[in-house]
């Protein structure tokens, strides 16, 4: 199920937003190299993954709390 309103959020990066109605998101300026994604929503236990971006590219990735 989607989870509207799951704030998304690069700690060291100082980036952040917040998931859609839809459940969907997008995080503009996130650098190249490996970043520590952070997931939470109330009343489910915090996530956190690693994403590794290239130069110049937009990953799409999929999360499931």
Do not use: R
């Not at 236990?45 to 709390?65: F, G, H, N």
């Amino acid at each position: 199920d989607a989870l509207p309103g799951a704030a998304i959020l690069i700690k060291e990066k100082f980036l952040g937003t917040y998931a859609d109605p839809n459940g969907e998101f997008i995080l503009n300026n996130v650098p190249a190299g490996t970043n520590t994604v952070t997931i939470s929503y109330l009343g489910y236990k915090e996530l956190e993954m690693a994403v590794e971006v290239a130069e110049d590219e937009a990953p799409t990735i999929e999360i499931k709390m």
